[in-house]
């Protein structure tokens, strides 16, 4: 079973900074076009930032000039670089493969904007 380990999400103001990252001990994310996805309570899951394996990057026009995806294939690692965070930004943060995301998700790291 194929186990997506997200980290670094907490509790900030608006305005502040958080760093994700998520990495796999089993899986190697080399091959593979990444993503970072969140969802909020009462909301669907949805796709915030995507680096390609040439690592082109994309992202939804709510987080663009904000945040920053990025990955070391070397580390097997894919971090999200969140600045400015905003209220809706609140949500769990979920990191998979952007095309054919593994059935099984991680836990999750948990993000709060607040004052």
């Known amino acids: 079973q194929v186990q997506i380990v997200e980290s670094g999400g907490g509790s900030v103001q608006p305005g502040g900074s958080l760093r994700l990252s998520c990495t796999s001990t089993q899986i190697s994310f080399r091959f593979s076009n990444m993503a970072w996805y969140r969802q909020a309570p009462g909301n669907e899951r949805e796709l915030v930032a995507a680096i390609s394996r040439d690592r082109l990057t994309d992202y939804v026009d709510s987080v663009k000039g904000r945040f920053t995806i990025s990955r070391d294939n070397d580390r097997n690692t894919v971090d999200l670089q969140m600045n400015d965070l905003k209220p809706e930004d609140t949500a769990v943060y979920y990191c998979?493969?952007?095309?054919?995301?593994?059935?099984?998700w991680g836990q999750g790291t948990q993000v709060t904007v607040s004052r």
């Open positions: 998979n493969r952007k095309d054919f995301p593994f059935s099984t």
